[in-house]
């Protein structure tokens, strides 16, 4: 059975970091493609971040490119966000999903990044 | 960019109703496009990927259609575990993988 269990949100002032994490359970992960999304409050949904298979290709939103970093170690089926300079506007559930090719097929339950003063 | 357009942003129903929302891509993306349902408090739930092709488990009167520019997600014979917000998504391998504004279904 597949599970995401995300990590490491919280309270952060503006122009901070923070690093979430994301450990995966019930399948090969280094097999997947892995993304992060996030969700500000009462709002839509916003891709963020495309690690590939293996670790070799990596994407980003234009809203987070040279702040944001996607990571992963196999060894620990686990993958990474850091997040550096973060704004006010990066307040948000960030869901940790596999990449299921047509779609994305299995979602954490996220976590909540705060950035305030 | 995609730019993803979805259609209308709410919409009353009751139960029994077929609700239709259409999603609209600014270019063409064949059939990489995904549907996805989210209830407060929850995270997304695939219900439809590569178009038209129902994710295990997802009960069948949910459907997906279209190709190139324009999807439509179509509920037929809502149930009261439908009442929820509604996503599409591009998943044709241009980065970012932009999400449509969302379609609350609601009473």
């Known amino acids: 059975q597949v599970h995401l269990v995300e990590s490491g949100g919280g309270v952060v002032q503006p122009g901070g970091s923070l690093r979430l994490s994301c450990e995966a359970s019930?399948?090969?992960?280094?097999?997947?493609?892995m993304h992060w999304v996030r969700q500000a409050p009462g709002k839509g949904l916003e891709w963020m971040a495309y690690l590939g298979p293996g670790g070799g290709e990596k994407y980003y939103a234009d809203s987070v490119k040279g702040r944001f970093t996607i990571s992963s170690d196999n060894s620990r089926n686990s993958l990474y966000l850091q997040m550096n300079t973060l704004r006010r506007a990066d307040t948000a559930v960030y869901y940790c999903v596999r990449d299921g090719l047509g779609g994305s097929d299995y979602w954490g339950q996220g976590t909540l990044v705060t950035v305030s003063a | 960019d995609f730019q993803m357009t979805q259609s209308p942003s709410s919409v009353s129903a009751s139960v029994g109703d077929r609700v239709t929302i259409t999603c609209r891509a600014s270019?063409?993306?064949?059939?990489?496009l995904a549907w996805y349902q989210q209830k407060p408090g929850s995270a997304p739930k695939l219900l439809i990927h590569?178009?038209?092709s129902l994710q295990t488990g997802v009960p069948s009167r949910f459907s997906g259609s279209g190709s190139g520019t324009e999807f439509r997600l179509t509920i037929s014979g809502l149930q009261p575990e439908d009442f929820a917000t509604y996503y599409c998504q591009q998943v044709n391998r241009f980065f970012p993988l932009t999400f449509g504004g969302g379609t609350r279904v609601e009473v």
């Open positions: 270019q063409h993306i064949n059939n990489w």
């Open positions: 590569d178009a038209f």
């Open positions: 019930g399948f090969s992960f280094s097999a997947y493609g």
